[in-house]
Each structure stands twice: as C-alpha cells, then as structure tokens.
C-alpha cells in the first residue's frame, strides 16, 4: 500500500455533492498532474475519497452549459474572477464516508496535502468501519498495480 495519498481541500457544500455523485467536475483555475483516487477534506475533517480521472481547460462562457456537472451555478463568474478559462477537474467513483474523521494537515494549506494512508486505515477500523477500510485498501492496491 502506498504511504501517502493527496488530499483536496474542498468547501462545503460542493464535498457533499461530490460525494453524491452529483458534481462530477471540480472547477480550478490552475491544472494539476494529480490523478487516481484521493481524499476530499475540508476543516479538518476527511469526508470520503474520489477519483480524479482527467483534466481540461475550458471557456467560462462554455461552462454554463455544463452547470448539471460542475455545480456552481450563481458563483461561476465571482469564482473565474474575469478569466476566460477554467479547469475541469473530473470526478469519479465517490467514496463517503459514513461520518468525516478527523485529520491533521498543515495549516494555510489551500489546495492540496498529503495524508498518511496506514492512519486513514486504522481510524476507520478504530470507528468500526473495517469493510470501509478493506474497501479503500482494495482501492489504492487497484491502482498501484
């Protein structure tokens, strides 16, 4: 099992609606090279994991046609801040947790940290949560082989 696995910083609600399966595409204004399954926190808390399959650059303007994937509706425009283009980054296969667990990252982190995977583990099974952990350790082996 890998040591570390990356961890987005996601605002509520948006990690809700990830972790529903009902935004499919995160909306950033820089790319990233990350992909396979990561974890979405937000203030502290690991809410579930997700996996980033892909990402693109697309016109602000094109982006209101997709509202139904990427979920920000009224806040688009104030987000891309006078940009002509954003970046998708796109979701899959979402993972919630039953209840968020508490995780330490280093503060003023805005977009990405890294967790340690064998902690995620053993707090999961210390909640009880073992078919959850045996299920996120199917998950990370499945994409280091």
């Known amino acids: 099992m890998k040591e570390e696995i990356w961890a987005l910083i996601i605002k509520?609600?948006?990690i809700n609606l990830i972790l529903e399966g009902k935004k499919t595409w995160e909306l950033r204004k820089s790319n990233t090279k990350i992909r396979g399954l990561i974890a979405l926190i937000s203030r502290g808390k690991l809410y579930g994991f997700v996996n980033l399959t892909d990402t693109f650059k697309i016109k602000v303007s094109d982006l209101k046609a997709?509202?139904?994937m990427h979920r920000a509706g009224r806040i688009l425009e104030r987000y891309a801040g006078g940009r002509e283009e954003l970046y998708v980054w796109v979701l899959s296969s979402p993972l919630r947790l039953p209840k968020p667990i508490k995780v330490t990252y280093?503060?003023?982190?805005r977009i990405w940290t890294k967790l340690k995977m064998k902690k995620i583990i053993k707090k999961l099974r210390t909640e009880g949560l073992n078919d959850l952990a045996m299920?996120?350790?199917?998950?990370?082996n499945e994409q280091n082989s």
């Open 106 to 109: 280093p503060r003023g982190v």
């Open 12 to 14: 509520r609600p948006f």
């Open 135 to 140: 299920e996120l350790e199917l998950r990370v």
């Open 66 to 68: 997709f509202e139904r």
